[in-house]
């Protein structure tokens, strides 16, 4: 019987661990500051950003020069093969795209907005009467890894994401994922930038990464139960076979 009993509390105390609900819960910090609170966020183009513009006008066939398909040509026949598909545009190391007609020009560090407005400068008059111009980045993408269930690389369709969104497509942070010290990895001015976001806080409502931006990394990290259980695991066989031994004989003598 007491070796039962001690079979039994020895097994209660290395399966179970106290989590408490202030080291999980989001958004208990803090109180929130309105004012700081925006839906609002900029898209800044960056190299490597494949771009597909399109310019649109009531003069339909002014604007078929800067609307070049993307199409694959047979071999034998040189016939079209499948569907034409949508010019894309590649930003390259100088920043630059090579579009048609107007040539090379400048996208990279510009925001959406100024963007549009230097093709609308460089289009009208000239080109095409007030021309209507759309630009989306195709290979809008971020990247979660570290401890939650799902890791990954997703692609933003919208180019609109958060952090909480990028946290849900990656199936949220596993139990022992430390929450109060998310990290996001964002390239700026051809440099590597590191944000701290704790996700216990509100204050996260606020924070300049709250909205990622395309090739943004968000890495969590493992609390430190996590990690001492990690670095016991090869240890815990050889332990219990020991541990039960003991209990044995223990048992044993007390008879």
């Not at 800067?66 to 499948?82: D, E, I, Q």
């Not at 809008?140 to 990954?152: A, L, M």
């Not at 606020?206 to 990394?217: E, G, I, K, M, R």
């Amino acid at each position: 019987m007491i070796r039962v009993k001690i079979t039994i509390l020895f097994l209660i105390l290395i399966t179970t661990s106290c989590v408490s609900n202030k080291d999980i819960a989001y958004f208990q910090f803090d109180e929130i500051e309105q004012s700081k609170v925006s839906n609002q966020f900029e898209t800044i183009f960056k190299p490597d950003d494949l771009l597909q513009i399109t310019v649109s006008s009531d003069d339909i066939e002014a604007t078929k020069p800067f609307n070049l398909p993307a199409v694959t040509y047979a071999t034998t026949t040189n016939s079209v093969v499948g569907t034409p598909q949508q010019q894309s545009y590649l930003i390259d190391s100088k920043g630059e795209i090579d579009f048609p007609v107007l040539g090379k020009l400048k996208l990279g560090g510009l925001s959406r907005e100024d963007a549009l407005q230097l093709l609308k400068e460089k289009l009208s008059p000239d080109y095409v009467a007030d021309p209507t111009i759309n630009i989306r980045i195709a290979n809008f993408k971020i990247t979660v890894y570290g401890d939650v269930k799902n890791p990954g690389t997703f692609t933003i369709p919208n180019e609109r994401v958060s952090i909480l969104d990028a946290i849900g497509l990656a199936g949220d942070l596993n139990i022992s994922g430390k929450r109060d010290n998310v990290l996001v990895v964002r390239e700026e001015n051809n440099k590597k930038v590191k944000y701290r976001v704790n996700l216990l806080s509100n204050k996260t409502l606020t924070s300049p990464v709250f909205y990622l931006q395309q090739n943004d990394v968000v890495y969590v990290e493992h609390n430190k139960a996590r990690i001492q259980s990690a670095s016991s695991n090869s240890n815990t066989t050889l332990f219990i076979s020991v541990t039960s031994l003991i209990i044995t004989l223990v048992s044993i003598l007390t008879r």
